[in-house]
């Protein structure tokens, strides 16, 4: 059982930055490929970024590829959404999700295959 806290939304402005935090409980955090998704409503929730169990691959979605950074640190069961440039339209509430990989350079692109959610947390970007 993993447990996923997601936490850094909030609102700013056009241009802005925003860091958002996920940290995981469980002694098994290095065996999850680690993804965000992002979801406005009567919308389906759609990948942001993925992250390998290693942290040596990623995956961007194009909406978001060169303003966002995902990241890991291993030892404290945390994942990290950096995200700078931030447009209106990437307004959305934010959830982290973990998928157990078997392989450590695995990524998991779709919400279906993810076996935990956090809770979420709300971005919100001002024109």
């Known amino acids: 059982q993993v447990q996923l806290v997601e936490s850094g939304g909030g609102l700013v402005q056009a241009g802005g930055s925003l860091r958002l935090s996920c940290a995981a409980s469980?002694?098994?955090?290095?065996?999850?490929?680690m993804g965000w998704f992002r979801q406005t409503p009567g919308k389906e929730r759609e990948v942001v970024a993925a992250?390998?169990?290693?942290?040596?691959?990623?995956y961007y979605s194009d909406s978001v590829k060169g303003r966002f950074t995902f990241s890991r640190d291993n030892a404290k069961n945390t994942v990290y959404l950096q995200m700078n440039s931030l447009k209106p339209e990437d307004t959305a509430v934010y959830y982290c999700?973990?998928?157990?990989?078997?392989?450590?350079?695995?990524?998991?692109?779709?919400?279906?295959?993810?076996?935990?959610w956090g809770q979420g947390t709300q971005v919100t970007v001002s024109s």
């Open positions: 992250i390998s169990r290693s942290g040596r691959r990623t």
């Open positions: 469980g002694r098994t955090f290095s065996s999850y490929a």
């Open positions: 999700a973990a998928d157990w990989v078997y392989y450590s350079d695995s990524l998991t692109y779709t919400a279906g295959e993810y076996d935990y």
